[in-house]
């Protein structure tokens, strides 16, 4: 009887919401298509029982926002305040996931306006809860700029100015780290609380299938299947963005700055990719990252032990990759027009948004929120992203990882802790 139970596989949160957003839009192409427009199927199922759950989850999502972008981007930076201890390493290792993750939206941003995933969708029917604030029209660089200091950070966070707490979270984190055991009390605090929101997130995201069926199904009931064929271009434009950031952005940088073969690295590496795909989170592959990086590539562990972690925690080029297309998707979705200041925008909270983005699954759509609410998107359109968006967790998470051993790989090279001859398998 015991091992009948154990046979019994439980359906994984990632199927259950692919199943979700499968029966989300059948039921809402039946209601479009087959059901004639009548009170109780209108009001009560769709802009009732659909609009009413769909729109909690959304709030819910919302809630986690500001304490968990900010716990974490503490935390994160208290990890990179301590880069003294390896004095040019850390700020090598810093610089480059900045540079590689503002290149990652940029890619991005680039090949879905080459593909406009977005373009012939109309979702000017779909009634939004927010709306395009006058802080987010046109605005000189200068008041840009200056916009991201906060003059009084409780004010951005109940007001969840999202630049101003990036700005004093990092600052904060930094000062923590300099600190040192004088301040164990206030990490300590941060930390437990980083836990806490995790959990929270988890907990959330478990409610995540009767949310993604609400909101797809309202969303197919209310415009039909046309919604179907964009949803297969924005797939398209962020497979192929990620495809572009690890095989021609990574493998160029390694080959640059390294010298090193890229495709022996591909071979070598491919185990932990199809871990990190399976797992679907960065944390996970830690471990296995570091031991790969030593037993095949030859990379001391001294250097990836301290920059695999702190890769995990701030270099999240795939998530940045899935913003930049969700932007531009929504943006042309709901004909908001972007334009230059923008896009530098998207650009900057997106590399920003990557250090407060934890190694867990999904818990980058929560940043996506703040992504939006920084051009003034709407945030319904992540209603039609989320469920897409669990199919490509997976694949980017493994272009994650893929960035953190990179990098290592340059950095160590740079400080010739790499063994050449057990990168080439010559030992």
């Known amino acids: 009887m015991q091992n009948r139970v154990q046979k019994k596989k439980k359906i994984s949160l990632t199927t259950m919401i692919f199943i979700a957003l499968l029966a989300g839009a059948l039921a809402g192409v039946i209601i479009n298509y087959l059901i004639p427009s009548n009170y109780v199927v209108d009001d009560i199922i769709v802009q009732g029982v659909f609009y009413i759950v769909g729109q909690g989850f959304i709030r819910l999502m919302r809630m986690l926002v500001v304490p968990l972008v900010f716990c974490s981007i503490v935390c994160g930076s208290m990890a990179v305040g301590d880069t003294k201890k390896l004095g040019s390493v850390g700020v090598k290792t810093l610089i480059f996931y900045l540079c590689t993750t503002a290149l990652a939206i940029t890619v991005a941003l680039s090949i879905a306006n080459i593909f406009n995933p977005g373009k012939g969708l109309d979702m000017s029917q779909i009634q939004v809860t927010s709306t395009v604030s006058e802080t987010t029209q046109s605005r000189s660089m200068t008041e840009t700029l200056l916009d991201i200091i906060p003059v009084n950070i409780f004010n951005s966070l109940s007001e969840g100015n999202m630049l101003q707490i990036i700005v004093f979270a990092l600052i904060l984190g930094v000062i923590l780290a300099n600190m040192g055991d004088r301040v164990d009390i206030v990490k300590n605090f941060f930390g437990q609380f980083n836990d806490i929101m995790m959990e929270m997130t988890m907990a959330v995201m478990k409610l995540a299938p009767i949310g993604v069926f609400c909101l797809i199904a309202k969303t197919f009931a209310e415009i039909g299947f046309e919604v179907f064929i964009p949803l297969l271009k924005y797939m398209f434009c962020v497979l192929l963005a990620l495809a572009v950031q690890c095989f021609v952005v990574y493998l160029g940088l390694l080959k640059i700055f390294s010298g090193l073969n890229p495709f022996i690295f591909i071979k070598n590496f491919f185990p932990v990719m199809a871990f990190a795909f399976s797992t679907s989170t960065s944390n996970a592959t830690i471990p296995m990252n570091i031991d790969t990086l030593a037993e095949k590539m030859g990379v001391s562990k ?88 669990r199919i490509l967790d997976m694949t980017r998470t493994a272009v994650n990882i893929t960035g953190d051993a990179v990098c290592t790989t340059i950095v160590a090279s740079w400080n010739k802790a790499v063994d050449r001859d057990v990168y080439y398998n010559r030992k």
Not at 330 to 340: E, K, R, S
Not at 380 to 386: F, P, V
């Open 302 to 389: 001294k250097i990836s032990s301290f920059t695999i972690p702190l890769g995990a925690t701030i270099n999240m080029d795939g998530t940045s990759i899935m913003q930049g297309v969700a932007v531009v998707f929504t943006a042309q979705a709901f004909g908001i027009p972007l334009d230059m200041m923008d896009y530098l925008t998207v650009i900057g909270t997106a590399t920003l948004a990557s250090i407060g983005t934890a190694g867990v699954p999904s818990v980058g759509l929560i940043t996506l929120t703040m992504v939006f609410n920084s051009v003034g998107l709407p945030i319904e359109g992540i209603a039609l992203i989320m469920g897409i968006d």
